[in-house]
């Protein structure tokens, strides 16, 4: 399967991140002005695969570049899970020489496991911290 993941949120349509998190549990209600807001105040990674037009992953983080990041919003496309890209998008993400060093926080519900595989751990239910 080829894909591509971008970081500049200006080769992401708003459309294709409100269509993807309107998917979600926990942000299925957001408004479009916060995700767009949101957006424009993290460091996004969009997913493409060279079969879909369409935006099929995204996630974002929010950071200092000194201490911590907050990874937030990892999701793909319904049609697109179970093939690995989750892996792909939050390997890319961890490996970042712009966040090694840094301590990764993130909250789930539901997907401890995935994140496990890239050094993160539960502290608290649903708080999961990956340590430099």
Request: charged content about 30%.
């Amino acid at each position: 399967m080829e894909y591509r993941i971008v970081e500049d949120i200006n080769e992401m349509k708003l459309d294709d991140i409100v269509r993807l998190l309107r998917t979600t549990y926990w942000a299925d209600k957001r408004p479009v002005e916060k995700i767009e807001k949101s957006v424009q105040n993290s460091k996004c990674y969009g997913l493409y695969l060279e079969e879909a037009e369409n935006l099929v992953g995204f996630a974002r983080i929010i950071t200092d570049y000194a201490t911590n990041y907050y990874l937030s919003d990892v999701i793909i496309d319904e049609k697109y899970r179970n093939k690995g890209l989750g892996k792909v998008l939050v390997s890319h993400i961890v490996s970042s020489p712009e966040l090694q060093g840094l301590r990764g926080i993130l909250v789930t519900k539901d997907a401890q496991k995935l994140y496990s595989q890239y050094g993160f751990e539960v502290v608290d239910g649903r708080v999961m911290l990956r340590n430099p």
